[in-house]
Structure formats: C-alpha cells, structure tokens
C-alpha cells in the first residue's frame, strides 16, 4: 500500500487507525474512541494531524474528537446524516464524496444499518476500507437503526471491493462473531482454519484486525447469506439473501 497504515486499540474493545502519507506528511485519524493512545501513538511517530474522519455517531468513536483537535487543530469530516449528533464538523459528507491524504483519494461509502448515516471509507490505491460497526472482522454491527434489508445492501457494496482489500472494522470481536459463525455453517474449513489462527492472535493479544476481504468472503456467515447450503441449513432454500441476512443477525442477536 502507499498510505501506512497503523492501528491502534483503545478503550477496551475499539479500534481507530492512522493513515500516513509519507510524500506530504499528510495524516488522518480514523475514529476517534479516547484521546490518549491515539496522541500517544502521533507523538512517538512524530506525525502531524490533519484530519478526522468519522463513520458514525456513537460514543465510542468519537469521544476522543475535542481532545484530539485541541492538542492537533485536525478538520472533522463525517457523514452529513449525523452532522446533527457528531462534533461540529469542518465538511459534511454524503456517498460518493472524496476525501485526499497526500495524494491519495478516499470515497465515502454510505453503510447504513447499525446506525442510519453510518459510513465507510474506501481508499482504492492503497487497498483499504474502514468500515467500522458495518462489516466487522467475522461479522456485522448490530441493527440499532437500520432494517436487515439496509445492512445487506451496505455489505453488498463492502463485498464488491476487490477481494485484496484490507478490512480495517471497528472493534476486537472477532473471537466471539467466529463462534457464532460456526453455529451457521459447523462444516466451512476455512472458518475452522481461521478460528485457530484467531486464538492463537488472542492468546498473545494480537489485534486480528484488519482482515482480508477474501478471508472476510470464505467466513463471515454475514457475507454468505446468498449461499445455497447456507439457505437449505437454515430451511430457507427459495428465501432471499436479504431474508436469509436478517435470519442470520437475529440468531447473532441471541446468541
Ligand atoms: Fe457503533
Ligand atoms: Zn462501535
């Protein structure tokens, strides 16, 4: 890739993330769930700020924001639905829209579903997306706004990005999506193969994000609604992939 990329857990589960251009010292924050590890990590790498950039309103990926541009002056972009519940914000976006770092474009991608207005980032020649609560590392955000049928239509935007590019999501659940996601298909041997290789990333406290798209792809029972084994497992052979979608999150709801 051409921007670096760094990730940085905080709080106890979050993850935010910085993209570095190296050619014009450009750097955005994506995220922003405390101040600390975040200016931490700028400080040790000696990069500058320049902007935030938000994908959804909630508390644990913005409460870092105030602090962050004090001690930066960085600008605050995020999605033009939640100017209303995000920090004041120095440009609106909708889908379609573009942001640059160093030489670099981003496209917003509107995820609607864990919340209404939530949105990605996708930068193309790096090969990376940020996607948050959307598509998580083994499987999804919750539906605290958004219908199924708006989450399966934001994963099938996320599902059509080349299957290289990195899945950078916003919290270290992946253990726990994978268990549930065997409960769906007990027999994928890719899933088998990456539940093992994510406790033993556990068990040393590696972060197991980003994640592949095409790993994302083989394993994550949120992305594989459409399958035909999957669908006959469920007793759902002749439903849609959006019906076999919201079937799939509202067992993960009680699981
Ligand atoms: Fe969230
Ligand atoms: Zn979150």
């Known amino acids: 890739m051409t921007l670096e990329l760094v990730t940085i857990p905080c709080l106890k589960d979050n993850y935010a993330y910085l993209l570095h251009d190296a050619a014009s010292g450009e750097t955005a924050l994506i995220d922003a769930p405390e101040a600390g590890p975040i200016l931490a990590e700028l400080k040790a790498r000696r990069w500058r700020l320049d902007q935030i950039l938000l994908t959804h309103h909630h508390w644990d990926h913005i409460d870092g924001v105030g602090e962050?541009?004090?001690?930066?002056?960085?600008?605050?972009?995020?999605?033009?639905?939640?100017?209303?519940?995000?920090?004041?914000?120095?440009?609106?976006?909708?889908?379609?829209?573009?942001?640059?770092?160093g030489r670099e474009t981003g496209y917003v991608i509107d995820v609607s579903g864990h919340t209404v207005g939530h949105i990605a980032f996708y930068f193309p020649v790096s090969g990376v997306a940020f996607t948050a609560d959307s598509l998580m590392a083994g499987g999804c955000g919750r539906l605290f706004e958004g219908t199924p049928a708006q989450m399966w239509d934001s994963l099938s935007k996320l599902r059509q990005l080349p299957p290289e590019t990195l899945i950078c999501s916003g919290h270290e659940y992946t253990a726990s999506n994978l268990r549930f996601a065997a409960t769906i298909e007990p027999d994928n041997a890719a899933l088998t193969a990456r539940i093992a290789r994510v406790s033993k990333a556990r068990a040393e406290n590696r972060a197991t994000v980003p994640s592949r798209l095409s790993g994302e792809l083989a394993t994550n029972p949120f992305l594989r609604a459409g399958e035909p084994h999957i669908k006959a497992s469920l007793g759902m052979a002749d439903a849609t992939d959006a019906e076999v979608f919201a079937e799939i999150r509202a067992r993960k709801d009680n699981f």
């Open 68 to 101: 962050i541009v004090e001690a930066t002056s960085a600008e605050i972009l995020g999605a033009a639905a939640d100017a209303h519940r995000l920090p004041p914000l120095t440009r609106a976006l909708v889908e379609a829209d573009t942001v640059k770092i």
